[in-house]
């Protein structure tokens, strides 16, 4: 799965990044700030922290998620607006976009448009997104009118989906995402192809000043989901060592780090749970889409325990820890036989029993 920063120019986007990626493990160089980077993190998880204290393994393996800085965007003029475009396919291809807003002063930093107002950016980078959209729609309209003339097999579906992309166009025109007009399942299928960018999960971020980072931020900015977080502090955490970080943000009144709260928001946006895998040899967190069943939980594992998969003995991570060991949480009824059609939760701890 991957997450799109993108932003204005001198956002602090880049520093975000590097902060992202360092604190998920990895290590990226940033000296052309013309191109793209790429940097795969892992998810921090608590709960595979104290699996891995109790089950002492050889090897961790936590989730993952890919982050991608794009360069930043000036759409103060069409030159400004083409360059931009150009990255429109890297975002559609994406699974969430984040979009990373400047709110703090720096006169040795110039502002954007000359200005420090994280709602205006955030309301131009919306628009093009919408007006992107409205492109697509449009030239996908101009195509399906052309095909319905001709009776074939497809015109039926072609109908169907004439209708909701001419419904798409108008909730554009009206600046409403294409989220907010999908209503079903079928509608969302039909789409898939499309990889709209306002049919995404989007986040906003403030990027404040260091003397804001502890303090409160709106729950929405121009109607996006909200975080704060000032990257210059993030940038400077990930350098630290363990001890030294822990000081510093206890001095800047900061409860835990603004990355890993990013990286959590990321993956929960995207519609991701994690179940896990214990044992002497490796405790793993797996990634799969909410509402997954037994069996395709366990094809992520491999695919000859999906083939014979037989029950999913699961007990979740809360009971498990609430007992104190596996032991205990049998002695307690808490470790249940699942199966195929079993809805995975996020957190369980699951053996699969199969046989090929």
């Known amino acids: 799965m991957r997450v799109v920063l993108a932003g204005p120019m001198q956002s602090g986007k880049s520093s975000l990044f590097e902060a992202v990626a360092r604190a998920g493990g990895s290590h990226v ?8 980077h790429l940097a795969v993190v892992k998810v921090p998880d608590t709960r595979l922290d104290w699996l891995v204290e109790q089950y002492k393994p050889r090897k961790t393996t936590h989730a993952e998620l890919e982050f991608l800085d794009l360069p930043g965007f000036d759409l103060a003029d069409e030159a400004g607006r083409t360059r931009a475009k150009a990255h429109w396919p890297a975002m559609r291809q994406s699974d969430m976009l984040v979009w990373v807003l400047r709110a703090f002063n720096d006169d040795t930093v110039a502002a954007y448009r000359g200005r420090i107002d994280p709602s205006a950016d955030a309301r131009e980078l919306l628009g093009e997104a919408l007006f992107a959209d409205l492109d697509q729609v449009a030239n996908r ?31 554009l025109e009206e600046e409403t995402p294409v989220a907010k007009v999908v209503s079903s399942e079928a509608e969302a299928k039909m789409l898939g192809g499309f990889a709209f960018l306002t049919h995404k999960p989007m986040l906003a971020v403030r990027n404040c000043s260091e003397q804001d980072a502890a303090g409160e931020a709106p729950d929405t900015l121009e109607s996006l989901p909200c975080m704060q977080l000032s990257a210059r502090i993030e940038a400077e955490l ?20 603004a990355c ?97």
Not at 29 to 36: E, N
Not at 238 to 255: I, K, V, W
Not at 299 to 320: P, W
Request: hydrophobic share 40%.
């Open 29 to 36: 160089d940033l000296s052309r700030g013309d191109q793209p």
């Open 141 to 171: 309209i101009a195509k399906l009118e052309t095909a319905v003339r001709k009776p074939t097999a497809r015109q039926k579906d072609q109908l169907r989906e004439l209708d909701l992309m001419k419904r798409l166009a108008a909730a």
């Open 238 to 257: 990930s350098r630290m060592p363990p001890q030294d970080r822990l000081e510093f943000m206890a001095d800047l009144g900061l409860a835990q780090g």
């Open 260 to 356: 890993d709260r990013l990286v959590r928001a990321c993956f929960q946006r995207i519609n991701l749970i994690c179940f896990f895998t214990v044992g002497p040899d490796e405790c793993r967190a797996w990634q799969i889409p909410a509402g997954t069943d037994a069996v395709t939980a366990a094809s992520a594992v491999h695919s000859d325990i999906a083939r014979g998969f037989i029950r999913a003995e699961t007990v979740h991570y809360d009971d498990l820890r609430a007992a104190g060991d596996e032991k205990a949480a049998k002695a307690a009824g808490k470790v249940r036989l699942e199966g195929k059609e079993y809805k995975v939760r996020d957190g369980d701890v699951i053996y699969f029993r199969f046989n090929v």
